[in-house]
């Protein structure tokens, strides 16, 4: 199917770097390209951002010229020796761009030196996860009229290089999205969360860039069980093991964010993680008379596994993000008393505290 033409016409950049430039220095723009090299699914009804957006003051999501798309991709991928012209069957689905203009005295120059398009990435996988990572980062130089100097790649390998999603997935954030994103920006405060909260967050980036489904459910898992795992070493009496903290705990934490997670869910979520974290097969139960193993060739959103693994995932992604602006939401999960307090479990089940953090 056609990409969707998304954030408007590119000579917005030209536009905006022209803005940005001073008489007698040069310039400078780091970008961020979101390439279409991925996973797209058919229209979702989600409604798709037509014009450049506004993310802050001097970053914008928009169109790179098909020219600076070009050298994005020639600064980041290493071309071999002797050097060949790439024939590429991608091109850009949309760029995030910070024009920091001229450089000022003491001022950082190194690829997004403040962690401002890395926050943008960080907190749209919350919104929405896409295939977006580091692979296409590079900065610009422009001289004092605006043309182009040249262009330095940033953090373009490694394991941030690429995020992956599930197929099939819409692999764009609409205009929703990205005034969410934007309210994030502008409001969240990331190094205020509870240190539970701050653990869950780090597993929700790193499995984000995880090609091996198993590795991502275990980080998701791990997760869940920052948030809701608690010991009591002052209790004389032996509490729930990890399991059943986790079974009973997701389904009600699921509830508060208003995502459906059943007994049943979490009870197949947490199988499907211990057999992978004690080195077993976790797809033995789909395997044939013949011995033969039965995981699926490809992955895709209508295994019923992954279903569950997706839901279980969006209520971590949901937790963290109403953490990230709800300081009385996060309160919950700002030390094992607190997650005791809002998540009793008594004689095997689970107990509500009827002031627990929203509506029973």
Same mark, same amino acid.
């Given at each position: ?17 022209? @803005?940005?430039?001073? =008489? ?36 914008? #999501?928009? @169109? ?9 991709? +020639? ?30 005295? =003491? ?21 929405? *996860? ?10 610009? %130089? ?9 262009? &330095? ?6 394991? %941030?290089? !690429?995020?992956?999603?599930? *197929? ?26 509870? &240190? ?8 929700? !980036?790193?499995?984000?860039? !995880? ?32 399991? $059943? +903290?986790?079974?009973? @705990? $997701? ?21 499907? @993680? ?7 097969? *976790? ?10 193993? +039965?995981? *699926?060739?490809?992955? %895709? ?30 309160? #919950?999960?700002?030390? &094992? ?22 509506? &029973?």
């Amino acid at each position: 199917m056609d990409m969707p033409r998304l954030f408007g016409h590119d000579t917005f950049f030209g536009e905006q770097v022209q @803005r940005y430039s001073a =008489g007698g220095s040069n310039s400078f723009v780091h970008v961020l390209l979101h390439s279409t090299n991925g996973d797209t699914a058919p229209d979702d009804n989600a409604v798709q951002c037509v014009e450049p957006f506004e993310l802050t003051e001097r970053m914008w #999501i928009c @169109r790179l010229p098909d020219d600076l798309r070009d050298f994005v991709y +020639q600064a980041c991928e290493s071309p071999g020796v002797p050097y060949q012209n790439a024939f590429r069957q991608y091109g850009q689905l949309y760029t995030i761009a910070l024009f920091t203009g001229p450089s000022a005295p =003491g001022q950082l120059s190194g690829w997004d030196a403040y962690g401002h398009i890395t926050q943008f990435v960080a907190f749209s996988q919350l919104v929405h *996860p896409t295939s977006i990572g580091f692979g296409n980062s590079v900065r610009f %130089t422009f001289g004092p009229n605006g043309g182009f100097i040249r262009a &330095d790649p940033g953090p373009c390998r490694g394991i %941030t290089e !690429q995020a992956f999603t599930i *197929p099939h997935h819409r692999n764009w954030i609409s205009r929703k999205e990205c005034e969410q994103v934007k309210d994030l920006l502008a409001n969240a405060n990331p190094k205020g969360l509870p &240190d539970k909260v701050a653990r869950a967050h780090w597993n929700v !980036q790193h499995a984000a860039y !995880q090609y091996f489904f198993e590795v991502r459910a275990l980080l998701t898992v791990s997760a869940l069980e920052a948030l809701l795992n608690t010991r009591n070493p002052s209790s004389k009496r032996r509490g729930p093991g990890a399991g $059943a +903290q986790f079974k009973r @705990r $997701a389904v009600r934490l699921a509830e508060l964010v208003e995502v459906t997670l059943t007994p049943d869910d979490a009870n197949e979520i947490w199988d499907h @993680r211990s057999d992978i974290a004690h080195g077993r097969d *976790p797809w033995a139960s789909r395997r044939s008379g013949r011995d033969e193993s +039965q995981r *699926p060739l490809e992955l %895709t959103k209508d295994d019923k596994t992954v279903r569950k693994y997706l839901r279980a995932e969006q209520v971590l992604r949901a937790t963290v993000l109403r953490c990230l602006t709800d300081h009385e939401f996060a309160a #919950i999960f700002a030390s &094992d008393s607190s997650v005791e307090k809002h998540f009793p479990i008594t004689d095997g089940h689970l107990g509500i505290n009827p002031g627990a953090g929203g509506p &029973d």
